[in-house]
């Protein structure tokens, strides 16, 4: 199922009304799809909503508001090397793909990995790499990069990932408890130091440990 005109002019009134107002955001998430992202039959009708969906693995894509609030905070630039943790059901991504030079996006479930790529895939997306492992300790192999994003909560920024970002580079991410509100920052990495910004209560599943079984 792809989008009519009518839901697509009503999924972009949404984002603008939920504050998002970057030209760059905005362009990218007309152009992704978000409909072939939402597999679960009982939900496709739904993808155009501005809500969260369950997907995979007990998962959820997040709310498009949400996915275009952090895109547009994390401010990517074209050369941009960018790393996302939590690939999910992929969305995320593939807009930072059009961002972006070059995304890794690292997932702890082998299903969704599958799933996400073959979405990267069939969308010709060439510059967006889908790798299964445990993004709490970021990607290495990669570092430095210029643009973290996290899409999974954390008690605390990671240090690992914080390791991995490069001077001057930008990491979005929500922090807080798993089960209840957290608080979407974004930290920005100075010579000597990091600075923090708060920029809104999100709720997102909780970054886990470790590989999954599925
Ligand atoms: N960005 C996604 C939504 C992510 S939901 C999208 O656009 O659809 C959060 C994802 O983070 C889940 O798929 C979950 O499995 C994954 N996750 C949780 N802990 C993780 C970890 N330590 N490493 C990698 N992925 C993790």
Redesign the pocket.
């Known amino acids: 199922m792809s989008a009519s005109a009518e839901q697509k002019m009503q999924f972009l009134f949404a984002l603008r009304s939920k504050g998002v107002t970057d030209t760059r955001t905005l362009n990218a998430m007309e152009t992704i799809d978000r409909g072939p ?1 939402v597999r679960d039959g009982l939900f496709s009708n739904r993808a155009y909503e501005d809500m969260p969906l369950p ?1 995979a ?1 007990g ?4 709310q498009p508001s949400v ?1 275009g609030l952090m895109t547009q905070a994390l401010d990517v630039q074209p050369r941009d090397k960018v790393l ?10 593939a807009i930072l793909s059009h961002l972006a030079r070059r995304v890794y996006t ?4 082998r299903r ?1 990995i599958r799933e996400a790529q073959a979405q990267f895939d069939r969308l010709g997306l060439t510059n967006v790499t889908a790798i299964m ?4 300790h970021g990607l290495p192999d990669q570092a430095p990069f210029d643009r973290i994003l996290v ?2 909560a954390a008690e605390d920024a990671p240090g690992p990932l914080l390791a991995q970002l490069r001077e001057g580079g930008i990491m979005v991410l929500p922090v807080g408890q798993s089960d209840a509100v957290q608080s979407l920052i974004k930290v920005t990495r100075q010579a000597d130091g990091f600075d923090y910004e708060e920029l809104r209560a999100v709720r ?6 470790g590989l ?1 079984q599925d």
């Open positions: 992202f997907i693995c998962q959820t894509i997040s996915v996302e943790v939590g690939t999910g059901s992929g969305y995320q991504a690292v997932e702890r479930h969704l492992a445990d993004g709490s899409t999974a997102f599943v909780p970054l886990v440990e999954g």
